[in-house]
């Protein structure tokens, strides 16, 4: 038989590139900063809310709106997105090479808004390989037409609602897709929907992950089924060549 996946669905942020790069942090400080100029809370308070609005509601903005605060979602991500360190992601062209090397749709799902994603993709030399990218625009389409905050929900992972939503919209089947994210809330909801799983980011699974990646340039090691494929006598083969996928695994220092 071919490979069990027909669709790659991947999770962008401390996933297609590290947690520490350093975009994680300064996007704590600036939504602390949102919250402080935007919303009138001390720094102290900011601080405390901004975790306690992320574990009650999946984000700060979710958070706010559901509280009543009148908060528009553009004038949010331009605040916390639009001033980020983006210089701090660098080119990887190792990832670049993994990717170019998976014959199947590739999808990007993320909780982040479109630019956001795209500028993201853009500095790791990656945008043009994913035939999709599903972000906060798609899970909440009607947000801006709300007559007040409350009246439609923020929709983002690990939320079914969002899942089932963002599969409906990119057409994949759960049962022949391999779902990619560092959030073990993510990885859960996605096994929850029949999807396989891989936790990526951690050295071992402390969830329901099918797989459990360090890196994700590490896929070919942990996951060659992606590419095998059946050859004409039947027998089951990997579809890359040797040579190519040593240069799949082969580490490029980033930056060089």
């Not at 700060?60 to 009543?68: I, M, V």
């Not at 994700?216 to 996928?245: A, C, M």
Request: a negative charge; aromatic letters at 8%.
């Amino acid at each position: 038989m071919d490979s069990p996946f027909n669709c790659l669905v991947f999770d962008l942020d401390d996933t297609l590139y590290h947690s520490e790069t350093g975009i994680a942090e300064a996007v704590k400080r600036n939504i602390e900063g949102f919250l402080i100029e935007k919303c009138g809370f001390s720094e102290t308070k900011a601080s405390s809310l901004r975790v306690e609005l992320f574990k009650a509601y999946g984000s700060t903005l979710a958070g706010l709106r559901a509280l009543g605060y009148d908060i528009g979602a553009d004038d949010y991500h331009g605040f916390v997105h639009g001033r980020l360190p983006y210089d701090l992601i660098k080119p990887d062209p190792q990832l670049r090479n993994l990717l170019c090397s998976i014959t199947q749709r590739k999808i990007i799902f993320t909780n982040s808004d479109r630019n956001h994603a795209i500028t993201c993709l853009k500095r790791l030399g990656i945008a043009d390989c994913f035939d999709q990218i599903i972000c906060f625009e798609t899970m909440n389409p009607n947000l801006s037409k709300a007559t007040r905050p409350d009246e439609f929900p923020v929709l983002l992972k690990p939320s079914m609602d969002a899942m089932k939503l963002a599969l409906h919209v990119a057409n994949v089947d759960p049962r022949h897709a391999l779902f990619l994210d560092d959030n073990i809330k993510n990885v859960t909801a996605g096994k929850a929907l029949g999807l396989r799983t891989v936790l990526v980011g951690k050295t071992a699974n402390v969830g329901e992950a099918d797989y459990v990646l360090e890196n994700v340039n590490n896929l070919p090691q942990v996951v060659p089924e992606i590419w095998v494929s059946q050859s004409d006598d039947g027998d089951q083969r990997i579809s890359r060549t040797r040579s190519e996928l040593e240069s799949v695994l082969t580490t490029t220092p980033v930056g060089a």
